[in-house]
Antibody, heavy 119, light 106 residues
């Protein structure tokens, strides 16, 4: 079955960097766009970024553009999110999500990795 | 960027029908999906392409769209349906989520 396992979340200070990873299994990774979605404590879902099946076409939410970079390694069935110059508003649970085959929906979600930005 | 609006909360009695709306410009022009998130769990896809259900989603969940408003309907609501529900659309090449609706079954 589809499995998405995130890692890399931790407590960091404002202005620093960290990298999140997502290990995918149970499906043909190269057929699907991938997304990162985050959820601040007690808040709703906020889409962060997506990457196309080959990683050449990436899109970002306005609040993270220029600071975050999404990437993928199809040979390792892995998705990444590089977070630079983090802010306290970046605190939240970061979900790795697989799109559906049409590309319109976010079909499978990981359990999330917690990022806390605090001084 | 487009915003997608949902009511913050909806209440329903067990066995009754609950309706959750989702409105906005991007709703009218793009495919709409719905997600259920129970407390402490990851979201689950409930409805895609306005009205289609993934395998395993109970038939009591249905979706529809008219103009700039999409609606998630839950017929015969059960206590286990108490959760947060999010609609999702697209704004050009970016994903937009509604603010979420907390469904209370009492």
């Amino acid at each position: 079955q589809v499995q998405l396992v995130e890692s890399g979340g931790r407590v960091v200070q404002p202005g620093t960097s960290l990298r999140l990873s997502c290990a995918a299994s149970g499906f043909t990774f190269t057929l699907y766009a991938m997304h990162w979605v985050r959820q601040a404590p007690g808040k709703g879902l906020q889409w962060v970024a997506m990457t196309s099946i080959d990683g050449t076409n990436n899109h970002y939410a306005g609040s993270v553009g220029g600071r975050f970079t999404i990437s993928r390694d199809n040979s390792k069935k892995s998705l990444f999110l590089q977070l630079n110059n983090v802010k306290t508003d970046d605190t939240g649970l970061y979900f790795c999500v697989r799109g559906d085959i049409s590309g319109w929906s976010l079909e499978h979600w990981g359990q999330g990795t917690q990022v806390t930005v605090s001084s | 960027s487009y915003e997608v609006t949902q009511p913050p909360s909806v209440s329903v009695s067990p066995g009754q029908t609950a309706s959750i709306t989702c409105s906005g410009g991007s709703v009218g022009t793009n495919s709409v999906s719905w997600y259920q998130q129970r407390p402490g769990q990851s979201p689950v896809l409930l409805i895609y392409e306005h009205s289609s259900r993934p395998s395993g989603v109970p038939e009591r969940f249905s979706g529809s769209k008219s103009g700039n408003t999409a609606t998630l309907t839950i017929r015969g609501t059960q206590v286990m349906d108490e959760a947060d529900y999010y609609c999702q659309a697209w704004d050009r090449s970016t994903v937009v989520f509604g603010g979420g609706t907390k469904l209370t079954v009492l």
